[in-house]
């Protein structure tokens, strides 16, 4: 069941307008808390927008690949603390990605919005611009949000044959599988 939902899941930037409901919503956020993390030390936290203004604030987080987020009925924000793992990044990340795979479970759509290491302009960085909209504590680290909604557009899954399977080695660099 688990590799079906991965085989059809795809980035979607187009959400009807219908307000995601609150119990598929409570899913999504029982996914995240369940995701693993190094050592169970769980740096990663979470904010819930449904707001549609500060949705659309939050959707000129950077220049390019967020603007989508003004039009989506829920957006997920990722972040951690970095003083509790130094794996904050692969636990958000985990967590950003149960997020997903839950959604597609639930006939949501989907798409991350990477923010660690982007720039909101010239002097801001995108997570500086998320942390004071939604007044997320100093010292914390944005990953990611997660714009989710109920699929505007339509994507048929990816080939299999079309896989990168180059990518792919067996016992060694340059033995294929």
């Given at each position: 069941?688990?590799?079906?939902?991965?085989?059809?899941?795809?980035?979607?930037?187009?959400?009807?307008?219908?307000?995601?409901?609150?119990e598929k919503v409570d899913t999504l956020v029982e996914a995240a808390l369940r995701a693993p993390?190094?050592?169970?030390?769980?740096?990663?936290?979470?904010?819930?927008?449904?707001?549609?203004?500060?949705l659309?604030?939050?959707?000129?987080?950077?220049?390019?690949?967020?603007?989508?987020?003004?039009?989506?009925?829920?957006?997920?924000?990722?972040?951690?603390?970095?003083?509790?793992?130094?794996?904050?990044v692969e636990d958000t990340s985990i967590a950003a990605t149960y997020i997903q795979l839950a959604a597609e479970s639930l006939g949501l759509g989907s798409c991350w919005i990477q923010i660690r290491n982007r720039m909101h302009d010239e002097t801001l960085t995108a997570e500086d611009y998320i942390?004071?909209?939604?007044?997320?504590?100093?010292?914390?680290?944005?990953?990611?949000i997660i714009?989710?909604?109920?699929p505007d557009e339509e994507k048929p899954p990816h080939k299999k044959e079309d896989l990168p399977f180059e990518k792919l080695h067996l016992n060694s660099f340059g033995e294929r599988h």
């Amino acid at each position: 069941m688990v590799m079906s939902l991965i085989q059809k899941r795809r980035s979607i930037r187009k959400f009807k307008t219908n307000p995601v409901e609150p119990e598929k919503v409570d899913t999504l956020v029982e996914a995240a808390l369940r995701a693993p993390s190094s050592r169970r030390l769980q740096p990663w936290e979470f904010v819930v927008v449904t707001d549609k203004d500060i949705l659309e604030r939050l959707s000129r987080a950077k220049p390019y690949g967020s603007a989508f987020l003004g039009n989506a009925p829920l957006g997920i924000v990722v972040y951690a603390d970095p003083t509790t793992a130094d794996t904050w990044v692969e636990d958000t990340s985990i967590a950003a990605t149960y997020i997903q795979l839950a959604a597609e479970s639930l006939g949501l759509g989907s798409c991350w919005i990477q923010i660690r290491n982007r720039m909101h302009d010239e002097t801001l960085t995108a997570e500086d611009y998320i942390v004071e909209i939604l007044q997320i504590p100093k010292g914390r680290k944005v990953e990611a949000i997660i714009a989710v909604g109920y699929p505007d557009e339509e994507k048929p899954p990816h080939k299999k044959e079309d896989l990168p399977f180059e990518k792919l080695h067996l016992n060694s660099f340059g033995e294929r599988h």
